[in-house]
C-alpha cells in the first residue's frame, strides 16, 4: 500500500498481493506474483520509482509479472494505474514492462484502468467490467481478451501473434496494433492510430471514426458498420454484411474493397475517397479502393449536404485511375441534397433510383 521496492533482486508472492494505494518498483526489481492478487481502491503502481526517503530514483525500471496460473484482478472503484516516471537519460522507464503469463482480470466499477508501460501477455486478459487501455505496446504470443469490457489498445507497438485471439469488445485509439491472430469480436471501433488486421476477423458491429484500417485478412461485420472517418486500406476486403452508415469523410485505399449487403444509407455530407491517404502519416498508399454493392443490397443517399465519391490523384503509379464504384445491387438518391456526384468509374449491373435531385 505504500513504499518502494527497488534493487536487482525479485520479490516472489507465492500467495498473491493485495494492492491499494501507491506502490513502486525500481532499479531493476521484478515483483513476480504467484496465487491470487486483487487491486482496490485506487493503485497507482509506478515501475519506475524513486526512494520514498530520499526522492532518488535508482537507474533502472522494475517489471511486474504475473505467473503462469496466477491471477490478478483489479478490483478497484478508483481505477488502476501502472505507469513509469521519466527521470531523464538513463533512466526514463522504457524497460519498464508487466509481463501476464497468468490471467489478469478487470472487475472493478473504475471507468478505466490503464497500464501506460509495456504490457507483454503470454496469458488471458479478461476485461469484465470498463475499459482497460493498454497505452504502452507490446507484445502478445498466445494471449486472449476476452469479457463483456473493453480492451483499449491506446499507444505503442503491439503485435499478436498467429495464436493469440480477440473475442470480447476491442478499441483501436494510437499507436500501431498488428494481429495476425482471431478475431471474433462483438465490437469494434477504430478511433485514431492503425490496426493491421493480417488473418480472418468478424465483429458484431464495427465504428470507425478516424485512423486506420489495414490488413491482408478480410473483415467481416455481420451487423451494423458506422463509418464517419479514417481510412481502410491494404489488398484485404471489408464485408459490411449488415450494411454501413456513412457520414463526414472516409477513404479506402491501397486496394481495399468495401463490399456492402443489407441496407445502407449516407446521411449528413459524404466525402468517400476511393484513393485515400492514412490520416496518422498523411501518405498514400499505392493502389486505389474499391466501393461494392453487392446483389440483393441497398445504398440509400439520404444526404442533405451531398455525397462526393471521387479518387484523388498522388501521381504516377497511385493516380487514382483504378477507383471504382461497382453497383450490383440498388442505388437510392432520395435525399434533400440537389446534386450528388460519384466522380469514379461507376460499374452497375443493379438499379440505379434517382428519386430526388441530380445524381
Known amino acids: 500500500s505504500g513504499g518502494t521496492e527497488s534493487g536487482p533482486g525479485t520479490t516472489l ?7 491499494n494505494g501507491s506502490f513502486g518498483l525500481d532499479g531493476g526489481r521484478v515483483l513476480q506474483l ?3 492478487s486483487t487491486a482496490t481502491g485506487y493503485v497507482y503502481l509506478d515501475l519506475n520509482a524513486s526512494d520514498p526517503n530520499t526522492g532518488v530514483s535508482d537507474v533502472g525500471a522494475g517489471a511486474l509479472t504475473i505467473g503462469s496460473g496466477a491471477t490478478l484482478n483489479d478490483q478497484s472503484d478508483g481505477g488502476l494505474y501502472i505507469y513509469a516516471n521519466n527521470w531523464g537519460p538513463g533512466d526514463d522507464g522504457s524497460a519498464a514492462a508487466v509481463n501476464n503469463a497468468g490471467t489478469f482480470v478487470k472487475s472493478g466499477v473504475a471507468t478505466t ?4 508501460t509495456r504490457f507483454n501477455n503470454t496469458g488471458s486478459v479478461d476485461v469484465e467490467s470498463g475499459t482497460l487501455s493498454l497505452s504502452g505496446g507490446g507484445i502478445d504470443v498466445g494471449a486472449t481478451y476476452q469479457g463483456a469490457g473493453t480492451v ?3 499507444g505503442g507497438t503491439r503485435m499478436l501473434d498467429a495464436a493469440s485471439s480477440i ?5 483501436f485509439s494510437g499507436g500501431t496494433t498488428t494481429i495476425a491472430g482471431t478475431v471474433s469480436a462483438q465490437f469494434l471501433s477504430v478511433i485514431s492510430g492503425t490496426v493491421i488486421f493480417d488473418a480472418a476477423t468478424t465483429t458484431g458491429a464495427l465504428s470507425q471514426s478516424g ?16 463509418l464517419s472517418g479514417g481510412t481502410e486500406s491494404g489488398p484485404g476486403t471489408t ?19 468495401l463490399q ?16 485515400a491517404s492514412d490520416p496518422n502519416t498523411g501518405v498514400s498508399d499505392a493502389g486505389s479502393g474499391a466501393l461494392t454493392i453487392s446483389s440483393g443490397a441497398t445504398f440509400d443517399d439520404q444526404s442533405d449536404g451531398g455525397l462526393y465519391i471521387y479518387a484523388n490523384n498522388w501521381g504516377p503509379g497511385d493516380d487514382g485511375s483504378a477507383a471504382a464504384v461497382n453497383n450490383a445491387g440498388t442505388f437510392v438518391k432520395s435525399g434533400v441534397a440537389t446534386t450528388s456526384t460519384i466522380a469514379t468509374r461507376f460499374n452497375n449491373t443493379g438499379l440505379v433510383d434517382v428519386e430526388s435531385g441530380t445524381l
Open 34 to 36: 504467484g496465487g491470487s
Open 211 to 226: 485512423g486506420e484500417l489495414n490488413g491482408s485478412g478480410q473483415l467481416t461485420v455481420t451487423g451494423l458498420a458506422t
Open 113 to 116: 484502468s490503464t497500464i501506460a
Open 167 to 171: 473475442t470480447g469488445n476491442a478499441t
Open 152 to 154: 483499449n489498445f491506446s
Open 260 to 275: 456492402l449487403g443489407g441496407s445502407s444509407t449516407a446521411a449528413g455530407y459524404i466525402y468517400l475517397d476511393l484513393n
Open 13 to 19: 508472492a507465492q500467495g498473491g498481493a493485495a494492492f
Open 239 to 257: 464485408l459490411a454484411q449488415g450494411g454501413a452508415a456513412f457520414n463526414g469523410s472516409f477513404g479506402l485505399d491501397g486496394g481495399r474493397v
